[in-house]
């Protein structure tokens, strides 16, 4: 029987059932009866008790099969997406069925059955991404601007899919885009395929708040935790996906409490979860376009024509990846020069020649996880020693999974033709054949559409006393607050983030307290 590699099938245990028995309703399926179909808009969460049923794809490709004491599901239980698989009862079925916002309350009480739901759907969702035929199908070329950014789109929020590069057939815009259970949309925004897909909270046109949280990173979910449980209506908005830079990170290795590592997806859907536990709202995806302050709210104006009024502001809008210098890069993102390196990826490049670019931990760790999934890795970086600007360990990691390391390297030139890669060539002359790039340049921060407040040389929010500003975080824009890698001179790391996030919070309450003084005077 083919297995969804990866996808994990832990038991629960005795007590585990008897508890979800508690909470949902026991049921019976016969051979042949189908649980949830692809497509469909929801399901509950399934625990077999006897029996067996199978996993299949949309074209009844069997991936999985869960017996007694096993479960059903994958992140979509918590996220609320669409189907992407089908469930068949392949052995007469005794189950317990617990529907989502049950088994949603019940996570935030059950710290060990959380852990191992959280994880599992987490490793089946990375499972689902590496097989083919699964998810969403987009349609339209590499030439088609729009149609990147909707990869790029399904990529960053670890969606399933596939890419045909073929035109739409006769005048339809690129991209086409079907989703699991045969809904077309043509050229559609990113916000409407992710809530064609059953995803996003829908924002009213003129929002009104305690706290706007600008970005979903660590630094934002981290304010969304302490703002929403200490008692502040608390909106985060959020262009792309839900987890920031840290969500594309594989291991983070150096976060507190995790001695084993974390992977960045499994961290910010926990902060998801937790955020959303006390009450914090999450909208995605809506990209802030400008700032107006104002007196006792400032309004943020959001893509859609969509505007938040809020009593206080929170920048954590990060930095985005680097580029290279080089002409005709863009004919490449998205088909074999990447940002990131994930599942899909290194799916893609197995047993290929692959150069990761950059000499950060960055570099280093997805170098690694590359060299680990079968490909031929060479870490290019122009310093002359790596130990400069890369962790001891990785570098030891670099040497034990083969990947070859060249000091002084700068591309100066891509060949390749209709968007893969072929080969790069160096600034020394030297020709190497790669067909897959991965880049990791270091940051500029996100912060263009900021103009009313004061910013550094290199675009970072100033704060503090280089803002004249009262508090340590707030920026030159009273009640305006920025944190994370977005401000200027911070430390960028996840744990930093998650603090300055965190601490915002006690500051945007001073200045809540400080303006309720002012008005009473
Ligand atoms: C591959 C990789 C590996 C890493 N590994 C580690 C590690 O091992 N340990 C470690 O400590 N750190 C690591 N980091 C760094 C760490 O991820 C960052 O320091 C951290 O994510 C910063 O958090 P943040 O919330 O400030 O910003 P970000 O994580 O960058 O989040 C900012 C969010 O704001 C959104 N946004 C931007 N502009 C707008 C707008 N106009 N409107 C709405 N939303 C907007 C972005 O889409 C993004 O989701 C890694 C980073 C990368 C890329």
Redesign the pocket.
């Known amino acids: 029987m083919p297995q969804l590699p990866g996808s994990g099938s832990p038991l629960l245990s005795t007590s585990q059932l008897e508890t979800l028995a508690g909470l949902g309703e026991e049921r019976t399926a016969a051979v042949g009866d189908v649980l949830y179909r692809v497509g469909d808009a929801s399901y509950p969460f399934i625990a077999v008790v006897e029996g067996e049923v199978a996993i299949v794809d949309a074209g009844g490709n069997e991936l999985v099969r869960h017996g007694p004491s096993k479960f059903l599901g994958e992140l979509n239980l918590l996220s609320g997406q669409t189907v992407f698989v089908t469930a068949v009862v392949t052995e007469p079925l005794r189950y317990i069925a617990v529907e989502r916002e049950a088994l949603r309350s019940l996570l935030f009480e059950d710290g060990p059955l959380s852990d191992l739901l959280l994880s599992t759907f987490i490793a089946r969702r990375e499972a689902l991404q590496t097989v083919s035929g699964l998810g969403i199908e987009i349609v339209g070329p590499h030439s088609s601007e729009a149609t990147v950014r909707m990869v790029e789109f399904a990529r960053s929020n670890r969606l399933p899919y596939t890419w045909d590069e073929t035109s739409p057939a006769g005048s339809a815009e690129a991209p086409i885009v079907r989703l699991p259970g045969g809904v077309e949309l043509h050229a559609p925004s990113t916000g409407q395929v992710l809530r064609a897909l059953g995803v996003g909270l829908e924002l009213a046109p003129r929002e009104e708040v305690d706290l706007l949280v600008?970005?979903?990173?660590?630094?934002?979910?981290a304010a969304a935790v302490y703002g929403a449980s200490e008692g502040l209506n608390t909106l985060v908005?959020?262009?792309?996906?839900?987890?920031?830079?840290?969500?594309?990170?594989?291991?983070?290795?150096?976060?507190l409490g995790f001695p084993a590592g974390i992977s960045?997806s499994e961290l910010t859907s926990r902060a998801v979860v937790q955020a959303r536990k006390f009450g914090a709202r999450t909208a995605t995806p809506?990209?802030?376009?400008s700032l107006e302050p104002g007196n006792g709210r400032h309004v943020v104006r959001l893509e859609d024509d969509h505007e938040v009024a809020a009593r206080a502001v929170l920048l954590?809008?990060?930095?985005?990846?680097r580029r290279l210098p080089v002409e005709g890069l863009e004919g490449y993102e998205g088909t074999t020069v990447f940002y990131?390196?994930g599942p899909p990826e290194a799916q893609l490049c197995g047993a290929s020649r692959v150069a990761v670019v950059g000499g950060g931990?960055?570099a280093g760790?997805?170098a690694v996880w590359l060299a680990r999934g079968g490909a031929l890795v060479t870490l290019l970086h122009r310093r002359a020693d790596l130990r400069e600007t890369m962790s001891d360990y990785l570098i030891r990691e670099l040497d034990r999974y083969g990947v070859a390391v060249r000091d002084r390297s700068e591309i100066a030139a891509l060949h390749g033709r209709d968007g893969h890669l072929e080969a790069v060539t160096l600034k020394s002359g030297e020709r190497l054949t790669f067909g897959f790039l991965f880049l990791?340049l270091g940051a500029v921060p996100?912060t263009h559409?900021l103009d009313e407040v004061a910013r550094d040389d290199d675009g970072f929010i100033l704060t503090g006393p280089g803002a004249n500003a009262q508090y340590l975080l707030e920026t030159d824009v009273t009640g305006v607050f920025a944190?994370?890698?977005?401000r200027s001179g911070?430390t960028?790391?996840?744990?930093?983030?998650v603090g300055e996030?965190s601490m915002a919070v006690q500051l945007v309450h001073a200045h809540l307290g400080r303006t309720a003084a002012a008005a009473r005077r």
């Open positions: 600008v970005g979903a990173g660590p630094a934002g979910l908005v959020e262009s792309t996906a839900l987890g920031g830079q840290a969500g594309s990170s594989r291991r983070i290795e150096n976060y960045g809506y990209r802030a376009l954590a809008t990060g930095a985005q990846y990131a390196a931990n960055s760790q997805a990791f996100c559409w944190a994370g890698d977005v911070s960028k790391r996840c744990a930093t983030a996030g």
